[in-house]
C-alpha cells in the first residue's frame, strides 16, 4: 500500500500564491509519476497536474498551465504543487495520487487510495 498525505492549503486572496505538500509512505517503489488533481465544490474531480519518476517530465491542465508548477524531491518522497496567481475557480479540495507509469498527460491510471487532501479557498 501506498499513504498519501497532502498540505500546504488555506485561504488565500485572489492574486495570491499557495504551495501544497504531498509525502508518499508505503511501497513507494511502485511509483513512477504523481498527479494532483482537485475537486471543486460541487463539481467532479478534475486533473491538475502530472510529473515524472525524475520531474524532467511535466503536465498541466490548461486552466492551471503557466501559473501552477509541480515538482518532486525523491529524496524526501515528497511532490509539491506551487501555485500562483491563485483565481477564484481554483478553489477545490486538492489531492495527490502516484501512477505506475508515465503517460506524457493526464495518468491513465492511478493506484492507491487516495488521501484526504488539503482544502485551498481563494477570495475574491
Known amino acids: 500500500q501506498v499513504q498519501l498525505v497532502e498540505s500546504g492549503g488555506g485561504l488565500v486572496q485572489a492574486g495570491g500564491s499557495l504551495r501544497l505538500s504531498c509525502v508518499v509512505s508505503?511501497?513507494?517503489?511502485?511509483?513512477?509519476?504523481m498527479n494532483w488533481f482537485r475537486q471543486p465544490p460541487g463539481k467532479e474531480r478534475e486533473f491538475v497536474a502530472a510529473?515524472?519518476?525524475?520531474?524532467?517530465?511535466?503536465y498541466y491542465a490548461d486552466s492551471v498551465a503557466g501559473r501552477f508548477t509541480i515538482s518532486r524531491d525523491n529524496a524526501k518522497n515528497t511532490v509539491y504543487l506551487q501555485m500562483n496567481s491563485l483565481k477564484s475557480e481554483d478553489t477545490a479540495i486538492y489531492y495527490c495520487?502516484?501512477?505506475?507509469?508515465?503517460?506524457?498527460?493526464?495518468?491513465?491510471?492511478?493506484?492507491?487510495?487516495w488521501g484526504q487532501g488539503t482544502q485551498v479557498t481563494v477570495s475574491s
Open positions: 510529473i515524472n519518476w525524475n520531474g524532467i517530465g511535466q
Open positions: 495520487v502516484p501512477s505506475r507509469g508515465w503517460s506524457g498527460g493526464p495518468p491513465l491510471t492511478t493506484f492507491g487510495a
Open positions: 508505503g511501497r513507494t517503489w511502485e511509483v513512477n509519476s
